[in-house]
């Protein structure tokens, strides 16, 4: 069994800083193309060279960056299965889930692949970076394979966590003062989904795979 | 012309979900800008004829002259196909209609459109203008010599053009060269990502003239400088994170140590043992001892004109200048008012030299040979009041003990007389008891010097 060293725990933590800006930008682009908020209330900013819708709310980006910022130390240990944004309808029932499969590469290979973002970190970095943009277009034009969502939609955010990992949820949650509860069946699990492929994500630090969890009927 | 293409078109709009532009199908294919046009062109007029299920959304780019408040200029616009005819009647003269892009999706912003581009250019760096029809004889690529004056030189922004050419039609890119257009040396600009991101944000619709190779290679070197700023924005917020919480944590710790200082002197007027006992406090841990040295240093720096601080600390000064000829009962406060760095060395024992500080509210064993020492111990004293009601008091008392009595400690816990006094008693309790293991081996082999362990071997 190999033991974490700094220099892991430090690639580890790259990473979920990838995944974490990432992600941020991923929950605002999906709630400007599903329309969960008014297009009003965004503005184009640029990320990964390319533009990117992004909410101005406070209230909303505070709650979009405070979720992150305490799924980030899970990311940072490999504790995170997937990240699932929800769109649930006015009765709380999901319409629509996008589900970030997240992976990363096991401990052995993790020193060989920081030795090469040393190295290579500019290659390797803007490779990363062109992928999560593949990843953001593929999100831009997801309402051509989506039905449309009915008004008055919500959204939350689930993450799914290998089994040791619910300890500390609990730890995090005294730590942030931002509390995190054991999710509801019906927001987990949808009727009669509709499974589509959106993306597939495959780099040397991290593998993630995009696809969408749709209620065959959306009307309630 | 052959019908593959429509095939291969197809599949890239309803297979792959694609936006298909024509500049990446001409890239894609292989093909001239125009040819790529039309392909576009012919498709949707296939599809649209055919009536076939899927719905198509197309984008369309219009140019022409067009009059604003009295102001001519030629506007070149990407707009959605139902904007398009809305378009075309508001320009006083339409000198080019195409199809810009294909796609399933019904697009809400242009983002996506660029997002589209701009792999498949980066891929084709070097010849992205290969297909492209704006072609002029005089560009030419600029010398070494002539890159570094230019890029000495700042870029002045270009006139606005008229319509000289009627054969140069509006099918530049839109999106990054409208960013080139406005810098006449303009190679050298596009190090500087700053002006290239403000031109790209401004005036996308205005038409701007341009020789073809500078606005290719202008493009490119765009793409560059950007890239390079996002890859160093991967580095740039890692590391500015760890700086900052490297700061942070250094900002903590500085005002641990502040407050610690304030409290201190906020007991100025207050009983000299309380004094005494919070000098203890600071000394409690190790590192907190001497970092609170360097606190207060720094807080002497800091607050060197506040009187009432020279006050306190002359005060303390003149305090320990008094105890120190008392040998019996301040010997305690003696060694509790020595400074850290003494107290650092006192905490290096041999097993012999265990001299452990006291302070005033506790009892404490002394190690140094068979001394009789005076300690303050506290005592329950009862007695009755005025009002007739008995009280127990828990009062210091000071007596003498040698170490034979030492075994046997005395001294109730105290009660709280403040919170942090509490706390801070329970660190040197952990510190004293992580000290007081060795003592009694030391006693049964009497005091052994340190030189037997070396001896032994």
């Known amino acids: 069994m190999t033991t974490l060293t700094r220099q892991d725990l430090n690639f580890g ?4 800083d990838i995944l974490c800006e990432f992600l941020e930008v991923a929950i605002h682009l999906i709630l400007y193309v599903r329309e969960v908020y008014p297009s009003g209330i965004f503005q184009k900013r640029k990320k990964y060279n390319v533009p990117v819708q992004m909410s101005c709310h406070p209230e909303l980006n505070r709650y979009i960056q405070d979720t992150l910022h305490c799924v980030k130390p899970l990311i940072e240990k490999n504790d995170v299965e997937k990240v699932v944004v929800v769109i649930m309808d006015k009765d709380h029932h999901p319409v629509e889930r996008f589900v970030f499969e997240i992976s990363q590469p096991p401990l052995l290979s993790i020193r060989f692949v920081s030795m090469i973002l ?10 990363v970076e ?9 999100i831009s034009v997801c309402d051509a394979v989506l039905d449309n969502n009915p008004p008055g939609c919500t959204f939350t955010v689930l993450v799914h966590t290998r089994e040791a990992a619910t300890r500390n949820m609990e730890k995090i949650q005294v730590i942030k003062d931002f509390p995190w509860i054991v999710a509801d069946e019906q927001e987990v699990h949808m009727r009669e989904p509709r499974l589509i492929p959106l993306k597939t994500m495959t780099s040397d ?11 065959a009927q959306k009307a309630s | 012309m052959d019908d593959l293409y429509l095939e291969n078109i197809d599949e890239f709009i309803n297979d792959h979900n694609r936006i298909v532009t024509y500049k990446w199908l001409s890239l894609t294919l292989g093909v001239h800008v125009n040819q790529a046009k039309q392909m576009l062109y012919h498709y949707l007029d296939h599809k649209r004829k055919e009536s076939s299920a899927s719905q198509l959304h197309a984008t369309y780019l219009v140019s022409g002259k067009f009059v604003e408040n009295g102001n001519t200029s030629h506007k070149v616009a990407v707009v959605r196909e139902d904007q398009l005819e809305d378009v075309k009647s508001k320009m006083v003269l339409t000198v ?4 810009y892009s294909v796609q399933k999706a019904a697009l809400k912003d242009s983002g996506p459109l660029y997002s589209t581009d701009y792999d498949a250019v980066k891929e ?5 203008c290969k297909y492209s029809a704006i072609r002029c004889a005089c560009a030419a690529p ?6 570094q004056w230019g890029q000495e030189t700042t870029a002045d922004p270009l006139p606005e053009p008229e319509t000289r050419n009627p054969i140069l ?17 303009g190679i050298m600009g596009m190090f500087n990502s700053k002006s290239a991101t403000r031109t790209q944000d401004s005036g996308r619709e205005v038409k701007t003239e341009q020789k073809e190779k500078t606005t290719a290679q202008e493009t490119s070197k765009t793409k560059v400088a950007a890239k390079a700023s996002a890859i160093s924005n991967f580095f740039g917020k890692s590391a500015a994170r760890s700086s900052k919480e490297n700061s942070e944590k250094v900002i903590k710790e500085e005002i641990v140590v502040q407050t610690m200082r304030v409290s201190e002197e906020k007991s100025l007027g207050s009983h000299k043992a309380e004094v005494d006992v919070k000098e203890e406090e600071h000394k409690g841990s190790h590192t907190a001892g001497r970092k609170c040295k360097d606190g207060r240093s720094k807080v002497k720096r800091i607050e060197e004109s506040d009187s009432e601080d020279e006050q306190f600390e002359s005060q303390k000064k003149k305090r320990r200048r008094i105890k120190k000829p008392q040998p019996d009962s301040s010997d305690d406060e003696v060694i509790a008012d020595s400074s850290p760095s003494h107290n650092v060395d006192t905490r290096t024992p041999s097993p012999e030299n265990k001299v452990k500080k006291e302070p005033v509210s506790r009892a404490e064993e002394k190690t140094e040979g068979k001394r009789r020492k005076r300690r303050k111990v506290l005592k329950a004293r009862t007695f009755v009041d005025e009002e007739g009601c008995m009280v127990t008091e828990k009062v210091y008392q000071s007596e003498s003990f040698s170490d034979s009595d030492s075994d046997s400690r005395s001294g109730p816990q105290p009660t709280e007389q403040s919170g942090v006094q509490a706390t801070l008693r329970k660190k040197e309790d952990e510190h004293r008891g992580q000290k007081r293991s060795p003592v009694p081996s030391g006693k049964a082999t009497k005091q052994p010097s340190i030189m037997g362990f070396f001896q032994k071997k």
């Open chain 1, 205 to 215: 630090i991290v593998k993630m795979q995009l696809y969408v969890e749709e209620r």
């Open chain 1, 13 to 16: 933590q790259v990473v979920a």
């Open chain 2, 142 to 147: 600029v010398s070494s010599a002539d890159e």
């Open chain 1, 130 to 138: 062109q992928l999560l943009r593949a990843v953001i277009l593929k």
């Open chain 2, 169 to 185: 039609n509006g099918s530049s890119p839109p999106a990054p060269s409208k960013a080139t257009a406005k810098q006449p040396k």
């Open chain 2, 124 to 128: 084709n760096l070097k010849n992205c």
């Open chain 1, 118 to 127: 040393n190295f290579y970190s500019d290659t390797l970095l803007s490779h």
């Open chain 2, 96 to 99: 080019s209609v195409h199809v």
